[in-house]
């Protein structure tokens, strides 16, 4: 690469990245949203499981076949012995709800299959369990509501948002699944309405939505664009 060319890439890399600095939320590859606030990267689908079970109705069984069991803090909920829960199909509905269980299988089935390129599916993260209620952004889902999205407290987010809601599909109005067990009482785990921005914790056993996210940024923004061979 001569010199002109490479200043040339890292003047564009160093735009992109100012660009992100402000932008926040920015489509980065087929079915992906990369959150520069959180550096994490969210599924574009915020219903993905029924879509995926709406093109293909074995998708439970291969869940189950690839993760039969969930392993958890012990509570009185475990079915096969302390710290371990065994699958079923009664923990996965197929509008796209699911208990915290299934939610769990289903993302490490993600990353068992290495979908759309990535092994690192997570279910969002609760970063510190010191707020509930409204206007909490110390997790990823209470974070994407109210910053990347623009929510407000108390009203939908299918109602009231900016116009980055536009690079998702299917955010159900109802509630989200995270991946943080509630400390206080391990049979619980913490989630997030976006029908009106609260945060909470409930049992496990209970029907909710998951949205499958990333940790990190996928690259691909910066290196497929800029980079070329020397």
Known sequence: MSHKTKSAALLAVGLLGANLAQ???????PGLVYDNVANVTWSSNGNLFGS?????????SQIIAAVPTVHDTPNGLDNAG????????ADFNSSGTMDWWGAMAWVKYLYSTNYLGHSTWML????????SGYNCTNSMLGELFYTGLGGTAGQSITT???SNYGLFTNIQNYVYWSGTEYTANPNGAWLFYPNGGGQFANYKFLNYYSWAVLPHQR???IQ???LEPP
């Open 160 to 162: 009231t948002h900016n």
């Open 23 to 29: 932008a926040s939320l920015i489509a980065d590859g």
């Open 52 to 60: 995926m079970y709406a093109t293909d109705h074995n998708l439970i």
């Open 219 to 221: 690259l691909a923004i």
């Open 124 to 131: 969002p993260t609760t970063y510190n369990q010191n707020c």
């Open 224 to 226: 497929d664009r800029f």
């Open 82 to 89: 302390a710290g371990n829960y065994n699958l079923s199909t």
